[in-house]
Structures are given as structure tokens and as C-alpha cells.
């Protein structure tokens, strides 16, 4: 199959592109064989790091294809930047709204209308807000994974108080 | 860039197992950012964070879907045969996934096209056909049709989700793509018609193309409610 990936290259119209709504329901049918697996699911802990890890090794692959024909990064925060606008808009169609930072390894990356959580409810509804952290686990693996490969050694956690809307908390790991 | 569908592929990249998963439920936050909260306080960027003074190529935001979804793909069958001792079960796992998607993404196609009821089953080939280009983007070729009219081919030159996907020697009896007739299953139920699918090619185990054989079972009569035809 090397062969294959030669092809792609040289002829990238010749490769077919999916759909966006596929990974959607790819994720809908990742997120449910993730729970169905679950054995704890009677502590009303969910065990969504099978999720975490499937994210992990994605974003680890995926950062390498994306910033291959890119010039070095600078630093930590141009990598951020980087995940804020090019990577986000490409994977969730949009940039991050608000990204802050206190400069010492701690970024908070909103989004206000998060695209696996658009269609789930709006600020009014509280009805799913409890399931919500399931369609996050995998993205936050795939922060971790994507900045793992671009050398950044982290933590990244979710957080939803409000539907579409919810952060992700990125904590820089220092060695 | 193979997705690596050796078992030991996530411990291989597993630098930093050490991170404990940790993901907050509603309001509450997690402990971390508590005790970080005053160094929060800090800084916070003005104005919109956009400007770089980048001028690498923009990514191509079609691509990069496709590649999400192929790599999610890979990972999924990774994690299922750690999970799974069996292939067997691995392949029926993703056929049940496939069957999943495949009761959901009928509705799209159906939104989306407009069409109506087949009138035969070389109808029903053609717009299976036709919702590979819309979904994957490939226009598989129909072929090999039975003499009678209820069995066809479908043949692969290309396919998206075996774009970085090189299968091990030990794992020949995994039917990597088995969720397409998962998928197939699963949107021709829900226009009431039975189909059975198959691989009888792939490309993975050094075939030319990747043919997916289906058969016309039954029509699902009584699904259809009274009144209608």
C-alpha cells in the first residue's frame, strides 16, 4: 500500500474526500461502542479514556500531515495559535473564539459554537448538558495528540456550561 | 504515515501515558485550574488572535475532513482489535457500526438528492453509487451483474478509508473496511429493502481493486405503514 500513498501525492484529485457529516456519525458511533464498553458505568463514572486515546493517536497523526509544507513554528504560543485558527477551522469549520493564556502553560481555547455539540442543544436547553462531556473526550485527545507530536507534553481538559459553547483547558506539562 | 494496525502501536506512542484523563462534568472545573486560577487572572489576548505573520499554505479544510475521518477510521479499528481478542468479532463489531451509520446517513442522502423510490434494483445500484460519490467522493463502477438483475459488484479503484492503511501479515482475516456494508445494510433497510454485502476483493490484501458484492434479499413489506405503497 505504499503505492498508494505515493499515488495520493502525486495526484491528490484522484483520492476521494469524505463527506464532513461522516465523521460526525463516525464520532456518534466512536463515542457509543466507548460507552457500551464501559464496565463501571454503575458508578455514574463514565470511562471515556478508550475516547481520549482514539483522539490521541488521531490529532498525533493528523498535526503531521497539516504542518507538513509549514515553516517552523516560533513557539509554544504560535503552535497554539496555530491549533486555534488553521487546524480548528479545517477540522470544525470555524476558528476559536477566545484563547487565553497566563504565559505560564496554561491556555484556555473557547469555542462558542462547537461543532459536535452544535446540534445537541442551544443555551436554553440543559436537557443534554450532562452526556455533553462525551462528545468532548475525543477532541481533547486529539489536542493532546496534536500537540504531543509538535513537541508540546500536556493535559487537556474540557469544560461546558452552556450548550454549543465549551473550553478546553490546555496545561502545558514543564520538564 | 501507516496507521499502524499493530496491537502495540498506542503503547508505542504512549510518551506520555503518565497524563490521567480527566474531563469535567458541567460548571464544575477541574482541580488544576483552581489552584492555577490566580495565574489566570494574568494576561489575555486582545483583539483577534488571527493575525500571524505566517504565510504558509492555508490548509485545505476538505482535506483535512477527509483525513480526520480516515485516521479517526484507523484508530477505531485499532482500539477495537486491542479491545477484541477475536477478528471475527472485530468485523462484526464494525459492520454493527456501519449498520448504525448507515439508518442515520440515508436520511442525508435522501435530503439531499431528492430521490424517490427505486424502480429495480439497477435503480438502487446507481444511487448507491451515487451516494459514494456524495459521501466519500468515489464513484465506485457497477459490474458483474447476476443473470438475474439481483446481485451486482461494486469495485474500488480508490478508497478514502484506506488512504494510510497497510494491513500486517497476521491480521489477513480483518475485513478493514466492513463497516461500507454496514452501511449499505443499514440505509437500504430503512427504504425497506434487505440487502446482504460482501467483500470478494480488497485492495489491502493485494487485489487490483476492492469489490464489494450485494445481493437483494427481500423487500421489507410490512414495514411499509398501511395506505401506502
Known sequence: MKQQIADSKANPGATGEADDCLFEYLHAELVNYVLSRSSNAAEGEEELSRLEWMGFSVGYRIIERLTREWSRFKDELDMIKFICT???????????????????????????AFRLLDKVGTSSSKQYLKESPRLLAFTCGLLRGSLANLGIISTVTAETTTLPSCKFHVQVQKI | MTFGLYAETPSSLSVNKVYVYNITVQVVRTRYIHTSSRQLVARRAT??????????????????????FTLT?????????????????????????????????????????????????????????????????????????SPAGDEFSLCFETNPLTEFVELPDNYSSLKYCNVLPGVLRGACEMVQMEVACWFVQDQLKNDNVTELRVKFVKRLEDAIPAGED
Open chain 2, 73 to 145: 477510521y484507523g484508530s477505531l479499528v485499532a482500539q477495537l482489535l486491542q479491545d477484541y481478542e477475536n477478528v471475527e468479532d472485530v468485523n462484526k463489531q464494525l459492520e454493527r457500526m456501519g449498520y448504525n451509520i448507515g439508518i442515520r446517513l440515508i436520511e442525508d442522502f435522501l435530503a439531499r438528492t431528492g430521490s424517490g423510490r427505486c424502480y429495480d434494483f439497477r435503480d438502487t445500484a446507481e444511487k448507491i453509487q451515487s451516494g459514494f460519490k456524495i459521501f466519500l467522493g468515489i464513484t465506485p463502477s457497477i459490474t458483474n451483474w
Open chain 2, 47 to 68: 483583539g483577534p488572535i488571527v493575525n500571524m505573520s505566517r504565510t504558509g499554505t492555508k490548509l485545505d479544510a476538505k482535506k483535512v475532513n477527509s483525513e480526520l
Open chain 1, 86 to 112: 488553521d487546524f480548528w477551522s479545517s477540522l470544525y469549520h470555524k476558528q476559536i473564539d477566545n484563547l487565553r493564556t497566563n504565559h505560564h502553560g496554561v491556555y484556555v481555547l473557547q469555542d462558542n
